[in-house]
DNA sequence: CGAGCGCTTGATTGAGTTCAAAAATCGTGG
DNA sequence: CCACGATTTTTGAACTCAATCAAGCGCTCG
């Protein structure tokens, strides 16, 4: 699985064997079985996670004991609570395995060591970063603007895959709705297909 | 303005005055009056702007012709659409000034400078995009999780000195509800206060 | 000083929630 | 491989929070 990794990481940036070597020597691979939990809400944890295989997601549970899942992490996927892994704070929510899965574990120091050998790997970073921040920004812009459909429509032609993957109550919390709207929402998609 | 502009930068980055001078070289001053618009949705736009004075706002137009802010820029703040200014795509939302403002106008020209120049803005530029996620994280948790009155308590917790310069109703189309209900919210807890 | 904008208030509506229970699907041990 | 318990999805009915529509008030700024 480390070479999974390896493979990913060279082909974001211009990283030698030896540079990855010297880069990765600190790096744990895991295998998780489904319902693993690796990463508990309001705990403080420095470890962020690649999925080599398999299928995470981060989700966090309200006050009235709901779940919302903020991020969910297929392969090629990081997925990580930057307030904990950065600035140590209590963790914003919980991380764990829809699928059976394999992962690479990253600490800190991984980044500290990336920033100093390689140059190419910033560059990567910032645009990962990027990435996600423009996703983000469209994520917000749906929850402020789109109806219960609208967001499911989205889901379905960003994530085909995922819809397949996932149960439904849980892309029901993705999209802020419950699962019995979503099949509600699902249910009148199909009706207006079938009338036409 | 400038003057502001380089302070900052110097704050958060190692950057010599010659370097800030050679990087800076192309980026331009402007002042705006309250209410120009800076950046339409829809158009691609190669500006992302600093905020040395005042306050702006990037907002969404949805098929309703509502509008729905997505982000409050005040001094020492960017601001600016990331999907059209590096990837060249349409905007997602309009800019414009809530505050008579000053701004410096930069071009795709300043980063790439800037990251082959000097290590150390690289490192700043991460942390700022990691800061940025960590808080697109946390208003999506509320975005999912909380209700008008939760939403409202949490912005006037984090963004207190905002309140006294953004009309209410604009506030109210960040948190995701109609200025009526915001004015409802705002009279309940007033009732609750006096209450005791 | 008055026209327009922002805020409030009221009455009504509606999208989505809640609670409950049945139907369908999954998965796991015998 | 099947059966049975658990989980997921669907459906129904009542309800609720916030949206909508409409009207009035009070500022301010042009």
Redesign the interface.
Known sequence: MLARFKEYIQKNTTLSDEEFGHIASGVQQKSVKKGTVLLKQEEQHSKTFFVAKGLLRAY?I?GNG?E?V?HFAPENYWIGD??SF??HEPS??FIDAIEDSEIISIGLDFYERS?SVA?SF??Y??RL??T???L??????M????TAEERYLDFVARYPDLLLRVPQWMIA?YL?ITPESLSRVRKELARRNFKR
Chains 1, 2 share one sequence.
């Open positions: 966090t309200d709901k919302h903020v930057r307030s950065y600035h914003l929510f920033e140059p910033n560059s970073l910032i970063l990027h996600n921040s423009i983000m920004q469209k994520r917000i812009i929850l402020l603007a789109a919390t802020g």
